[in-house]
């Protein structure tokens, strides 16, 4: 079985936050049995103004590290995940990095990034975050950069972005976008997580959704457990979205975790816990891997 999870900010932490214990290591990921793990670019908390691109280069410098001294090797395409062997794909978090250029959006493909989020929690050329409030769409500069992203099969990614934004995506974008860390705002009404209206236009658009690990997304009294997470995949999959829901951990990137997952490490209880809630070994297979590989199909990669 394909396990794979499309965010986790471990580059940010260990290239930015050194003081910090990663918990995305290779021994946890190969203990929890990962296939493709998403190392994100994060652009940093302090906007566009807070070099944005040299904190990212800082990162893959990480990255580069650990590819040559511990064997983290980088694909091309998620396609090229197996089972039994840890990959890793590369993401950008918060589409300051790219600073309005075309031109960067190029050097981080070239790089091995295939996906983007749009935005993180400040505003950039591209759009505004959900944690702004505004109803402000995607920007002019925010399609000129996702032209050149749709031309590379990068992936758009509504994590974070305010609603007009992905209403703009879901309406206008030439491929169909994803969540890489999103939760349901049914179950916790927080401006990070997805309405049910938009769990069931990703499902319709041929788009995907990574549930997100945080505690603060899963529950409104701040605590979650892998009960709590498998909630919200039931919840997600019940609005018609079963093929297009998986792992959007945020590991790393996150100050607390649900009590009983802490990191890759832990990830085959999240599958037990769908088992014994009735998923079928096809379905429980899906959601660990399976849909994020159909999605980047539908992208044509």
């Known amino acids: 079985m394909l396990i794979c999870d499309t965010h986790c900010d471990t580059l940010y932490m260990r290239a930015l936050e050194p003081a910090c214990t990663p918990c995305v290591t290779m021994e946890a990921m ?56 840890v990959k890793i794909l590369l993401s950008i978090e918060g589409g300051e990095i790219f600073e309005g250029r075309a031109e960067r ?37 925010g399609w000129e950069i996702l032209r050149e992203m749709a031309g590379l099969k990068m992936a758009a990614d509504t994590s974070h972005l305010n609603e007009a934004g992905f209403w703009d995506l879901m309406d206008r974008h030439s491929q169909p976008p994803m969540a890489s860390h999103s939760c349901a705002h049914a179950l916790c009404p927080h401006f990070r997580n997805l309405t049910d209206r938009q769990i069931r ?40 979205a079963q093929k ?42 899906d959601i660990a891997g399976g849909n994020f590989l159909a999605y980047c199909r539908r992208l044509g990669w």
């Open 105 to 141: 959006v190029h050097e981080f493909y070239n790089r091995g990034v295939r996906m983007a989020a749009l935005t993180w929690n400040n505003e950039n050329e591209i759009a505004s975050p959900a944690k702004a409030g505004s109803r402000d769409g995607i920007k002019p500069k």
């Open 244 to 285: 297009h829901v998986g792992f959007g951990s945020d590991f790393d990137g996150i100050e607390t975790t649900p009590d009983d997952c802490r990191s890759p490490a832990d990830i085959p209880a999240i599958l037990s816990e769908l088992r014994r809630r009735g998923y079928s070994e096809e379905a429980v297979s």
């Open 201 to 240: 236009a990703m499902a319709e658009r041929g788009g995907w959704i990574g549930v997100n690990f945080y505690p603060a997304f899963l529950s409104p009294t701040g605590r979650a457990s892998i009960s709590t997470l498998c909630d919200h995949i039931d919840h997600i999959c019940q609005l018609g």
């Open 30 to 85: 190969e203990r929890g049995g990962m296939s493709l793990q998403t190392c994100t670019l994060f652009a940093g908390p302090g906007g566009v103004s807070d070099h944005p691109y040299e904190k990212a280069m800082a990162e893959y410098a990480v990255f580069e590290r650990l590819r040559d001294t511990q064997g983290w090797t980088c694909v091309n395409s998620p396609l090229e995940a197996e089972e039994g062997k």
